[in-house]
Structure formats: structure tokens, C-alpha cells
């Protein structure tokens, strides 16, 4: 007999979306974590979305995750980005109430029947027979469990760095959980250090909004969720200023005192999301940096200095800050920090994120190397799926390359591995076009339902949208305009369904006409694309046994016979994208494969 | 090769490249009947498995290639138990190379070596070993290296077309990271830079040009023998014959209009025709003969004119770019004619066989400054990278993810050239040359 069917460590945005998978397909699952105030938090930017991050966050909310719904009723402003730069790379962002998100948050997975909270700190596993058996707590609990998903954040030997400053933090102020990074070591775990770091808050009064400029948000605001009908929520404005040649000489003349560049930190830090001095030192040509000045919340004085993160030390922060125009006399109540942190090779996991070290222990968020609350998310709920579905004895739900984001994610993860914190983007997936946020919830909400998360009333909403965009698509069909038919005429680029006049058009909702709109007017493109993702699809179908010995098979060069062991793919498909592969290799394997079916 | 992918339509030529009476061209994978059908007089589509089929091949002008037999295969028979078919067609080089272009353009792909092994494996052949599957692909694998290595970007090629891909790949990543970021961090609007590109497809095409005079040794050339009735040129043909060593075989042409044989003329590999003389008549079978010749001449590289100096009212035909004019009986008439030479003595034929070999290889020199390149393949590569080019140039007004789709292939093309290349290429370019991230 155990405790309980699952347990959760940790209560972030992977914590939050793993549990309510679990609790809500029924199994009595416990969240542990440090900190029942700290659910939820928003610890960097107090923002949701962005480019292939919005996407994300669709396909958690198409799966049936909670993500969409909690910034949904939190944003305080929202925002559709690169409008004009291609509607297959357009995405949703919203700033959020991070002070509302966190408590929404934990009131959500408050009201769960199945859900227990309880705060502590898991300093081990149980492991029995190779399989996940139960943890062991810093106050010296032992709960046992049948699975369990483990998702630290920055948590794990975390330390944070203000110059010559340094705590054994995940966050400023909050401590980090010991311990459990060596015990994993110990078990075998490839455990590695990764930095990221986060910008100084500033009062609202003590800013100057006369040198900045405003930046409104769009009206009406667009939800997240497949499920939120319209959003009621106030929008607040951001702002934008520069840095100056003044902030950059001070930068250069204190860059010796930085945790990063005294070689403190070991660590590596995204490229993506570099500090102001890492700005400063690598592009030395540029005159100035763009500063967005961000609202944390309604209730709340302090502000987000988005694009100047950094570990110099609190008086250089004060210095550099100050000689940003709108920010002279800007009064700093949190500074900058950097943190230092454990992660989990992510080459270690199956694409369901279950460990291959332990059975039934699941991975998901930053602990796997990846950075972002969108991307912790998505692995939450599919590590909370899938341990559902080991629960219930079911096999894994693998999405693919092809069908979202998050397969884009995932496979990346547990295919090649990663240096630097990985954050989505839309480059990294070869058929972007085919993954449109407003397109995720026919993608995936069949899959999250047949899974078991997904309601019902979901599909319901699906059935009907997508029987209102063939409707829609028929109506277009049997219109003429001109010499044509109006779905021709919509495949021209300059044409907008929106200035054709057709009868009944008017009848359907806006969302659903611009999704018409783009099906049509990529119809030909993704035609080019299917084959390609067909072809792909039957590789990642040819399963390779997870016992396969590669050693037995003859005429494969030993590097690839390297990587194959490294990695063990689940699949030809998953084997083909290992870097560094040779094709032949690939073809000398599945013969092996093929032949070792047959007996 | 793309990746030893069951079910995408292959062909592959069964019996050795050579002049034989009897070739076999094999072709499987999904559709691979209906691909072929519209190229085909006999009907193949819903004829059943293991039936031959007699039929004409033809082009998409309608002109007919070959006289052939089909054998079609339905899926779950033949060799690799896919939709196939085997065409049995003459055996001669020129019908073989127009067979294979023909599948090539109409989407069917050379097979790689030991492909069809693979498939026939995978496909559950169970009187294939797996020993022997795996072998044929070990033994592609070392063949295709050492082919690699002789067909190796080398030297200025391959740095060209490094610069090359290093110049697409800034394009991309300037436009990824209008993808990638929103216009509020990246405010600068992107301009389809249509002078780079245009000099790019430019460079691509001037590159794949000189493929012209590699292939001409690879492939060779088609050359006529015309003239008069009795002005020698069955004469000539018999005296380049003489010349050649590596006459392989000599064959009457159908309808007896003309002489065909295969030779080699300074290394250029020749099929050459000897035909009936040009005579007024107003026979009709005669006139037949006459026209026949006539397409020959429409369809040769380089048209060999025998006139006889000793006969007088030799009309002589435009000299043009096609035609090389020559006189026979050097041994009666002297040598007053320019390239006159004598079938009997031997006289003045070195002088017409360098002319020939001259005019052949003539426009196929490589523009200065180009480098050359030397494979079909490489050809293929850069001309696909200049028609993706040239796609993303036609979308500069649709959507930048949809100009982006055409830059990656472009990318890619380049890629199987030089090298690999992956999309973590693209994120390192645009975070070293762009200041990023808020």
C-alpha cells in the first residue's frame, strides 16, 4: 500500500501543471514544496507568452494544462506579436499580476479533490528494484508513492550572485534545497550547473514616465485558453527607454566585479537572454540597449527593468540605473542577481521525460535544462500525463516534431541535450508552419482527451469550431468574387476575408474566419510540407526495443554506436536526429532492428 | 541520399551501363505506376501484377523514346515488394540516359546502391539475410566515400560555396530574428535584400554552367554524318571507326536510313551516325528516309558535312555553329579545300578529327573566373539552391515565415553540398551577430 499514487516536488509552473494532470485524471497525488506562498511565482519577467512561448501555452491549454486560464484571468495587459511578419510566426504575450497569478495558482490546485499540499523538502528518493518507490524529507518524513515528478527549478544547490555577494538561494531571499543534486549524483544522474539572471525592480513613483516611451497594449484582449470566451481585465501600459554612453562606461569600468566575468560562476548562461554586461562587452558598437519598464502587478509599486539583468554589484546597479533617462532617481527595491543551479541531463530521460535511471520518477522544467515558465509548463503537464498513463498502464503520449511545439521541445531535449538554457523558439521547429497557435487545440485537444485530461465540454468546443470552419470553408467555396471562387481569391497573400462581403459570413466568429483565412492561404504551402512530415512520422514509428544491444550489430561506425548508447532513441525517427549521425548507420539499424522483430 | 526511406519512388538501372541489345530500368515506391503511366502508350495503372506491357516511352512533347515492355508489380510483389516496374528497353546509352532523365523529372529518384535491398528487407523479404541487406549498404557506404572523395568539393569551388552558404545564412538569420523576437525588441522592418539574392542565383548559375563541358565528356555527344549521295561519307565514318579502339558496337539503324555505332573522338565519347545521302527523288520511301535523317540532324550536337570538291555542284550547307564542312577525295582533288582529307591515303584525317573534337567541346568552356564543377549531382544541388532562391524572392510579398521556409531549403541544397547544416546553426548566427534578449 502507498501514500499516495504520485508525488510532485516542487511548486512551480511544471509543478503546478504536473500535479493538476495527476489529481485530475484521479490519482491521489501530493505536491511538496519549501515554500505554499511561493506557488506559482513568477521569479524573472512578470510576463506569459511571447513568440513560439504563446504557442506553448496554447497547446498546454489544448491538452487540457492550466497555464491559459491562469493568465487569462491575471493579465494586465496583452499583446499579439509580429502581426505583420507572418501569421505562422504570430504569437500571443500578456504581462501578468504575478502577485494574482501565484494566488490564483494555488487556489486552483486548493479546490483539486485528489490534490494534497504540503511544505517541506525532498532531500531523497526511495528507489526500489530500480523504481521510484518514495522520497525522504528534510524534516525527515518518508512518504512513498508510484510515481513521482521531480521539478527543482532553480532550486537545487542554487546560489545566487550580487557581485562579490553570494547565497545558497533559489531565489533572492528564498534558500535553496541541499542535498538532493549529490544524491542524484550519487545515483548516477549526469547533474550540471547552468546561470540565469534576473533584473533590479524599481518604485513607479520615484520614475520618470515624461522621458520614456508608452507602450499600449492591443484592445480587445485575446485569451489564452480554447475555453475563455472573452478577457475583463484592466491593461496597463509598459514603458521604454535606453541605456546611455554613461551606463556603458560605468558597466566597462566595474566588469572586473562580476561574478560572471571573475569567473565565480560556472554556470552557462543563455545567449539568448544576456546580462547588460554580457551586452555591453559583445556588441561594444551599439550606442545604446533597449530598456522595457514592466508592472508587476496592480497592487503593487514595483516595476520590471526587462533587458538589464545583471550580477554587478548593488552599488555599480545603482550607478549604471541612474544614468538611464526616466530612471535618474529611480529608488532600487530588489536588486539584479544571477543564479547558479543544478540541472539533470536531459539526454538521461525517455521522450515521456520518465527517467532512465529510476523508473516511474519523472523530470520536467528548468531541472531538465530549459529556461522559461512556458516551457517548464509544458513538460509539467505532459510529465503529469504521462505518469498517469504509467499509472493506468498505458503507453506514453509522445507528441511529435510535427504536431506541436512541445514535441519540438521535448525530442530537442532528449535527443541532443543541451548547453545553455533552452528556450523555444520558432526556428527550432522544421515545420513551424504547421504549428499556429490558434491551431492547437485541433492538433492536440483529441490527444489530451483520449488521454484523460481534456474534458469533454472541450471536445465539444472543438467539434463545434471545427465544424464551423468547414462550414465557413464550403460557404467560401460556392461564393464567386469576380472571376473566381472566394476561397481562391483568399489564397492571394493581399487578400482579407474580412473585406470580402458574402452572405451569412457575418454569422462567425472573428477567430474563426481569420483561422479559415490561414488555412486556405497556406493550403499550398503545407501541401509542400506533408510530405516531408509523413515521411518523418513513419521513422518515429519504427520502434527500437529499449534493450537493444547495440554492440551486437556489425558494420556501424563506432562513433554513431557511441551516440546510439548515449542516447538510446525510442524510435529510427528519434536516432536520425542525434547530431553527427551518419545516414547509413541509420539504415545498417534498422535493418538490425527490423531483423530482431522477426526473431 | 536523403535517408533510406521505404515507399519514395526510386528507379535504378538493373543491368550494367553499356551498349547491350537489352536494358532493364527498375522503378518502386508509392505511385511510382500512376507517375509513370502519363509517359507511357500501354496501360499500366490497373494492369495486374507481373504483366508485361508493350508500349512506347514518351517525352512530355509526345516524342517517342523507346519502344519498351513494362512489367508492372503491385505492392506485396517483385523484388522489393512495393508498387514497381521494370521497363525492358533497347539497350543503347542515349535510350538509357533519356529513360532515366524522364523518371528523373517526372519525381522519381536515382536509387542509391543497396536501396533496393534495404527495401526489399525492411518490406519482410524473408529469403534476404540480414547479413546480406547490411553488407550492400557497408559496401554504398565505403563506394560512396571513395566517390565522394573524387567528386569532393575542392579548393575554390569549395570555398565559393561556402561563401556562399555563409551569405544565405546571414539573410536567414536577419529574418529568423524578426521570427523569433517581437517588433517591439527588433523594430527595424526586414527588406527582402533582392541585389544580394539576385547575385547569388547568379553566381549559383554561372557555377552550374560548367557542368556543360564536364558532361560532355561524361555523357557525350550525337554527330551526324551528312553529304550527298557517294561523297564520302561512309568513307569518313569508316576512317573515324578505323581511329577508334573503343568501338563497342555497330548497329543498322530501323528503317536502314542510317548507320549508328558508338566511338570516342579526343576522349569525347561519340555516338555517331552515318546517313543516307541527300539525292531529289520523289519516291516515297525515299522522301521517308529523307525526313528521318532530317530529325537526326534537328536532334545532333554537330553535323559532320562531306562534300565532294570533285563533283562540282556540291551545294554547301550555312556553315553555323552545328555544321563542320569537310572534303573527301583529298587523293583526286589536292588540297585546295580547307579540311579536305583522304579516306584512302589518310591524308588530312588528324586535322578533320581535331576540328570535330574542337567544335564539340566549343561554348562548353567554363567562364573566367567560375570555378568548375564536375558532378551531376553538384549541378543538381546548386540549381535547386537558386530555384529555392529564386521562390523566396517571388514571396517577398507573402509572409516572412513563408520566404524563410524557401531560404532553409536553400539552405539545405547547400547543405548536402558542403556539408551539414542544422537549425542550431541558425540560432548561433543570429545570437553572435545580433544584441538579443530583453
Known amino acids: 500500500m502507498r501514500d499516495y499514487d504520485a508525488i510532485v516536488i516542487g511548486g512551480g509552473h511544471a509543478g503546478i501543471e504536473a500535479s493538476l494532470s495527476l489529481a485530475r485524471e484521479g490519482f491521489d497525488t501530493l505536491l511538496i514544496t519549501q515554500s505554499l506562498d511561493a506557488i506559482g511565482r513568477m521569479s524573472c519577467n512578470p510576463s506569459i507568452g511571447g513568440l513560439a512561448k504563446g504557442n506553448l501555452v496554447r497547446e498546454i491549454d489544448a491538452l487540457g494544462g492550466e497555464m491559459g486560464h491562469l493568465i487569462d484571468r491575471t493579465m494586465i495587459q496583452m499583446r499579439i506579436l509580429n502581426r505583420r511578419r507572418g501569421p505562422a510566426v504570430q504569437a500571443p504575450r500578456a504581462q501578468a499580476d504575478k502577485f494574482s497569478y501565484s494566488r490564483l495558482a494555488k487556489e486552483t490546485l486548493e479546490k483539486e479533490h485528489h490534490l494534497f499540499l504540503f511544505m517541506d523538502t525532498v532531500v531523497d528518493f526511495i528507489v526500489e528494484q530500480g523504481r521510484i518507490a518514495g522520497v525522504v524529507t528534510e524534516r525527515g518524513w518518508k512518504i512513498s508513492s508510484r510515481t513521482a515528478v521531480l521539478t527543482t527549478g532553480t532550486f537545487m544547490n542554487g546560489k545566487i550572485f550580487i557581485g562579490e555577494y553570494e547565497a545558497p538561494c533559489g531565489r533572492l531571499g528564498e534558500s535553496a534545497a541541499a542535498g538532493l543534486g549529490d544524491r542524484l549524483r550519487e545515483k548516477g544522474f549526469r547533474v550540471g550547473r547552468m546561470k540565469t539572471g534576473t533584473p533590479a525592480r524599481v518604485r513607479k513613483s520615484s520614475l520618470d514616465f515624461s522621458e520614456m516611451e508608452l507602450q499600449e497594449g492591443d484592445d480587445p484582449m485575446e485569451p489564452f485558453s480554447f475555453e475563455t470566451e472573452h478577457v475583463d481585465r484592466p491593461s496597463l501600459p509598459c514603458y521604454v527607454t535606453y541605456t546611455t554612453e554613461e551606463t556603458h562606461r560605468i558597466i566597462r569600468s566595474n566588469i572586473s566585479r562580476s561574478p560572471l566575468y571573475g569567473g565565480k560562476i560556472v554556470g552557462r548562461g543563455p545567449r539568448y537572454c544576456p546580462s547588460i554586461e554580457d551586452k555591453v562587452v559583445r556588441f561594444p ?16 509599486e514595483e516595476m520590471y527593468l526587462n533587458g538589464l539583468s545583471s550580477s554587478l554589484p548593488e552599488d555599480v546597479q545603482h550607478s549604471f540605473i541612474h544614468s538611464v533617462p526616466g530612471l535618474r532617481h529611480a529608488e532600487i527595491m530588489r536588486p539584479a542577481y544571477a543564479v547558479e543551479y543544478d540541472y539533470l541531463n536531459p539526454l538521461d530521460l525517455f521522450p515521456s521525460l520518465e527517467s532512465k535511471l529510476i523508473g516511474g520518477l519523472f523530470i520536467a522544467g528548468q531541472t531538465n535544462g530549459t529556461s522559461g515558465y512556458e516551457e517548464a509548463a509544458a513538460q509539467g503537464v505532459m510529465a503529469g500525463i504521462n505518469a498517469a498513463q504509467l499509472l493506468k498502464g498505458e503507453k506514453p503520449l509522445i507528441l511529435s516534431r510535427t504536431e506541436a511545439y512541445i514535441g519540438v521541445l521535448i525530442d530537442d531535449l532528449v535527443t541532443k541535450g543541451t548547453e545553455e538554457p533552452y528556450r523555444m523558439f520558432t526556428s527550432r521547429a522544421e515545420h513551424r508552419l504547421s504549428l499556429r497557435h490558434d491551431t492547437a487545440d485541433q492538433r492536440l485537444t483529441p490527444k489530451g482527451f483520449a488521454a484523460g485530461l481534456a474534458s469533454p465540454e472541450r471536445m465539444e468546443r472543438l467539434r463545434k469550431k471545427s465544424a464551423e470552419i468547414e462550414s465557413v470553408k464550403m460557404l467560401l467555396r460556392s461564393a464567386r468574387a469576380g472571376s473566381k471562387s472566394a476561397y481562391d481569391v483568399l489564397k492571394e497573400p493581399e487578400a482579407d476575408i474580412f473585406s470580402l462581403h458574402i452572405d451569412g459570413l457575418d454569422s462567425y466568429s472573428a477567430s474563426v474566419l481569420r483561422e479559415v483565412e490561414l ?24 520502434e527500437i526495443p529499449a534493450d537493444f544491444d547495440y554492440d551486437s550489430i556489425d558494420g556501424i561506425s563506432s562513433e554513431s554506436r557511441e551516440k546510439f548508447k548515449a542516447v538510446r532513441p525510442v524510435s529510427i525517427g528519434q536516432a536520425r536526429r542525434i547530431s553527427g549521425v551518419r545516414v547509413s548507420d541509420i539504415a545498417v539499424l534498422s535493418v538490425a532492428v527490423r531483423s530482431r522483430e522477426r526473431g | 541520399m536523403a535517408h533510406y526511406a521505404t515507399d519514395e519512388p526510386v528507379y535504378a538501372l538493373a543491368t550494367p551501363y553499356s551498349p547491350s541489345a537489352l536494358a532493364v530500368i527498375r522503378a518502386s515506391g508509392e505511385g511510382v505506376l500512376s507517375i509513370f503511366q502519363p509517359y507511357f502508350t500501354g496501360r499500366i495503372t490497373d494492369a495486374p501484377s507481373g504483366k508485361a506491357v508493350h508500349g512506347y516511352v514518351k517525352d512530355e512533347c509526345g516524342e517517342r523514346i523507346d519502344e519498351v515492355m513494362t512489367v508492372v508489380y503491385r505492392k506485396g510483389h517483385g523484388y522489393t515488394s512495393e508498387e514497381a516496374f521494370e521497363i525492358m528497353c533497347h539497350g543503347s546509352l542515349p535510350v538509357i540516359r533519356s529513360l532515366s532523365a524522364l523518371l528523373e523529372r517526372a519525381g522519381i529518384r536515382e536509387a542509391e546502391r543497396g536501396e533496393f535491398t534495404y527495401r526489399a528487407f525492411m518490406h519482410g523479404r524473408m529469403d ?38 555563409d551569405s544565405v545564412l546571414n539573410i536567414l538569420a536577419s529574418l529568423e530574428v524578426q521570427l523569433d523576437y517581437g517588433e517591439d525588441e527588433i523594430p527595424e522592418e526586414w527588406v527582402f535584400p533582392h541585389e544580394e539574392v539576385r547575385a547569388i542565383i547568379t553566381r549559383l548559375r554561372s557555377i552550374a554552367a560548367t557542368f556543360a563541358s564536364s558532361r560532355l565528356y561524361s555523357e557525350g555527344a550525337s554527330v551526324v554524318i551528312a553529304g550527298r549521295t557517294n561523297a564520302g561519307k561512309s568513307s569518313l565514318f569508316n576512317a573515324l571507326l578505323k581511329e577508334n579502339r573503343a568501338i563497342v558496337s555497330s548497329e543498322e539503324g530501323t528503317t536502314r536510313d542510317y548507320i549508328e555505332t558508338e566511338a570516342v573522338i579526343r576522349g569525347i565519347p561519340v555516338r555517331l551516325f552515318d ?26 550536337d554537330l553535323i559532320i558535312y562531306v562534300s565532294d570538291p570533285s563533283s562540282g555542284d556540291d551545294p554547301h550547307p550555312d556553315d553555323d555553329s552545328r555544321t563542320l564542312t569537310v572534303s573527301s577525295k583529298r587523293d583526286i582533288t589536292g588540297r585546295d579545300a580547307p579540311l579536305s582529307f583522304s579516306s584512302v591515303t589518310g591524308e588530312g584525317l588528324d586535322e578533320v578529327i581535331d576540328a570535330i573534337a574542337e567544335r564539340l567541346s566549343r561554348g562548353t568552356e567554363a567562364p573566367e573566373g567560375v570555378p568548375r564543377i564536375d558532378s551531376l549531382r553538384q549541378k543538381e544541388k546548386l540549381e535547386e ?23 532553409q531549403s536553400a539552405l539545405s541544397s547547400l547543405g548536402e553540398l558542403t556539408g551539414e547544416i542544422t537549425g542550431d546553426d541558425i540560432l548561433d548566427r543570429l545570437f553572435s551577430s545580433f544584441c538579443l534578449g530583453k
Open chain 1, 285 to 300: 558598437d551599439r550606442e545604446r540597449h533597449q530598456i522595457f519598464v514592466e508592472p508587476e502587478g496592480e497592487g503593487t
Open chain 1, 519 to 542: 488555412d486556405i492561404k497556406y493550403s499550398g504551402y503545407l501541401l509542400r510540407q506533408e510530405r516531408e512530415i509523413e515521411k518523418a512520422k513513419r521513422l518515429d514509428n519504427m
Open chain 2, 275 to 300: 546517313t543516307a545521302g541527300f539525292r531529289e527523288t520523289d519516291g516515297s520511301i525515299e522522301l521517308e528516309g529523307i525526313r528521318r535523317t532530317e530529325e537526326l540532324m534537328e536532334k545532333a
Open chain 2, 385 to 407: 539552391t537558386a530555384e529555392a532562391l529564386e521562390s523566396a524572392e517571388l514571396s517577398s510579398f507573402a509572409g516572412f515565415d513563408i520566404i524563410a521556409m524557401y531560404l
Open chain 2, 128 to 165: 534476404l539475410t540480414e547479413a546480406e541487406a547490411v553488407e550492400e549498404i557497408v559496401k554504398a557506404r565505403t563506394e560512396r566515400a571513395g566517390s565522394d572523395a573524387l567528386s569532393r568539393l575542392t579548393g575554390s569551388i569549395y570555398r565559393e560555396a561556402e561563401a556562399i552558404k
